[in-house]
């Protein structure tokens, strides 16, 4: 398994460009279930679960090509014949986000056979919503096996109040409406932007789509969508970890690709704690600081509020801040995997139930530390590169599930990181080299 070697110090200065969003990739890459037709998404991220998710389409019949030439980032996916509609285990197991696919499933081929995704390091991620709103549509639902079924002639349009605000609820079943017959109202939906941007997509493969990014979203079902090309957003989480890992060096950062639109709640408490950032333009962010960071208290909401996926990442930050902070984790029920690793490092953070307390400025020493989630792993690495020393990261496998490139990213603006491939695997590569 590979790991970071990272020694802290070293302030980021210069320009660092931010990929495509993962999450947006993710249900755009289902949305192509939907049609015969050939669906083309350009600037996808060169990461783990896209890897995975061409995988699951294959998998069922699918055909997709992707290309990361130096102007691509760019996949072709037909699912023209879908001979197989099931997500196996083997895969859902490596990626909850595979419940994607259930939707579209039932919308395009009457008959969805989705592996239950278990829970995660986070929480249990249940999809019940999913399934709940799928009944109300008219799908007979069955369990089997670890397996849900889902079947139905043809989806009815019908009024879905989400008991929780859900970003992959709302996007399942947004593509379960696109093809029903009738109107559906969504209700209580999330509005994060990346549910925009899937609506986006589904709009140019001709679904009739009102209110996306807001709370109530109206869908009239069509018969038929046709294929179409579209652009995937750029990563506000990527784009959110890069202001923190300027601010937190006491760099002069550059954030380019980016859209400054998606990151309010995230620029708003990095100025709260005392990061000087300007907008350059409709795509650029620019984050200063001095190194003095004040203290200041998160509590994680839906979209717009301060994203869950930032908590880990700004907590790295607020052991830097003088004084202390009170980070609220709302969404997830276990979102604090990074807790013992910083303390480790050196940094007071005290936990208790969905709050941790953090009180700083706490000099961080370097250590050996192991990454449990994506966003964990983001935090580890905003913390080694202000320890005393060089960090070990273990199990960085995690972060190349949602951030491409990281350690050239990071490299190319002053970081001193680098990759570290299992030694023992190494080994046994070069002895299979040997023998040839
Ligand atoms: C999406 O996960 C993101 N993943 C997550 O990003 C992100 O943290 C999360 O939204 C919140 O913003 C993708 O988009 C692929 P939810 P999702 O459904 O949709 C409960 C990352 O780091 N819930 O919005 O699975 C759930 O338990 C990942 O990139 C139900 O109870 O999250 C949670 O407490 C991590 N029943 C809350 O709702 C359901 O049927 C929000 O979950 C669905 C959700």
């Known amino acids: 398994m590979d790991k970071f070697v990272i020694r802290g110090g070293n302030p980021l200065l210069g320009t660092i460009r931010v990929s495509g969003a993962k999450n947006s990739a993710l249900p755009c890459m289902a949305a192509a279930i939907l049609t015969e037709d050939e669906v083309v998404l350009e600037n996808i991220p060169q ?189 506000r989480i990527e784009a959110g970890t890069f202001l923190v890992a300027g601010a937190i060096t006491g760099g002069d950062l550059c954030i380019a690709n980016c859209n400054p639109a998606h990151l309010s709640a995230i620029i708003g408490k990095l100025e709260e704690a005392g990061a000087r950032i300007d907008i350059l333009g409709k795509d650029s962010i620019r984050v200063r600081s001095e190194g003095q960071l004040k203290a200041a208290d998160v509590s ?44 480790r490092m050196g940094a007071n953070i005290k ?5 941790a307390t953090i009180r700083g400025k706490s000099p961080l020493s370097a250590a050996a530390v192991m990454c449990s989630d994506l966003r964990a792993s983001a935090s580890l690495v905003l913390a080694a590169m202000v320890a005393d020393g060089e960090s070990i990261l273990d199990r960085v496998y995690h972060m190349d599930r949602g951030y491409e490139h990281i350690e050239e990213k990071l490299r190319g603006v002053g970081a001193q990181i680098r990759r570290m491939g299992n030694i023992f695997a190494d080994k046994r590569e070069l002895a299979t080299a040997e023998a040839y």
């Open 300 to 343: 994680t909401e839906e979209y717009p509020g301060f994203p869950t996926d930032m908590q880990a990442q700004y907590m790295a930050l607020a052991t830097q801040a003088d004084g202390t902070s009170v980070v609220t984790e709302n969404i997830f029920e276990n979102r604090f995997m990074h807790v013992q690793e910083l303390v």
């Open 47 to 235: 990461v783990r679960d896209i890897e995975t998710e061409r995988k699951l389409l294959v998998s069922m019949g699918g055909e997709v090509e992707l290309g990361y030439g130096r102007a691509q980032h760019r996949t072709t996916i037909s699912c023209r014949l879908l001979s197989d509609p099931v997500a196996k285990y083997e895969i859902v197991k490596t990626m909850r986000a595979s419940s994607l696919v259930l939707g579209p499933l039932v919308a395009r081929t009457g008959l969805a056979r989705v592996a239950m995704p278990g829970g995660c390091a986070i929480g249990g991620r249940p999809i019940d919503l999913h399934i709940k709103g799928l009944e109300t549509m008219g799908a007979t639902i069955t369990y089997e096996h670890g397996y849900i079924e889902a079947r139905a002639e043809r989806l009815k349009g019908a009024h879905i109040n989400f008991d929780k605000i859900t970003v992959t609820g709302t996007e399942d079943l947004l593509m379960a409406a696109v093809l029903a017959e009738g109107e559906t109202v969504l209700e209580n939906c999330a509005r994060e932007p990346e549910v925009t941007d899937l609506a986006a997509l589904l709009t140019a493969m001709g679904a009739k789509i009102e209110g996306a990014g807001t709370s109530i979203i109206r869908v009239q079902g069509v018969d038929k969508l046709h294929g179409a090309r579209h652009r995937i957003n750029p990563d």
């Open 351 to 355: 936990v208790d139930g969905r709050t």
